[in-house]
């Protein structure tokens, strides 16, 4: 997101806000989603802390991902998510209408290189943005790791 400053300069907008995942992920330092959970109440608590935006991380269901999107707009949040959510899909983030999604590989949603271009293009009807964060694949890949090919590649078609 970019916002004017008063000469006329454009700045970047800073998002900021926990993750959310199922109970199964091993990650630490996230809000727990389980089939109980009040998703609106949850989403209310850390806008309410402060928060611009909620990013939703993994182990969720399709249903858990529309109800965290839909708990972030009713509160005037950004919603991000990764593409690899698992058990959910990346067609469910994109449909739930999160608005970045991170990470360009689609890899555990066993596309095809024309189902990606499908979900491409579905990203761009929505508005919403890839963000590639190519980087990451650079330090944490090697050569005979397929998911730096795969998220350059991904990249590419999106461009």
Do not use: C
């Not at 997101?1 to 454009?10: F, K, R, Y």
């Not at 992920?25 to 909620?54: C, H, Q, Y």
């Not at 690899?84 to 970045?100: F, H, K, N, R, W």
Request: hydrophobic share 40%; glycine share 8%.
């Amino acid at each position: 997101m970019i916002a004017s400053v008063s000469d006329g300069l454009p700045i970047s907008h800073i998002l900021h806000g926990p993750i959310f995942a199922g109970p199964d992920f091993d990650g630490g330092g996230w809000i727990e989603v389980t089939p109980s959970s009040d998703l609106n109440a949850l989403v209310k608590e850390v806008r309410d802390a402060g928060s611009t935006g909620i990013k939703i991380y993994t182990n969720l269901t399709a249903e858990q991902v529309q109800g965290l999107a839909q708990a972030a707009r009713d509160n005037e949040l950004a919603v991000w998510s990764h593409l690899v959510i698992s058990p959910a899909t990346s067609l469910d983030a994109i449909e739930a209408g999160v608005s970045i999604l991170s990470h360009a590989v689609f890899s555990r949603d066993g596309l095809s290189p024309e189902e990606i271009d499908d979900r491409l293009n579905l990203m761009k009807e929505r508005g919403a943005a890839l963000d590639a964060t190519l980087r990451v694949y650079q330090y944490e890949t090697d050569d005979s790791d397929p998911r730096g090919t795969t998220a350059y590649n991904t990249t590419r078609r999106a461009n």
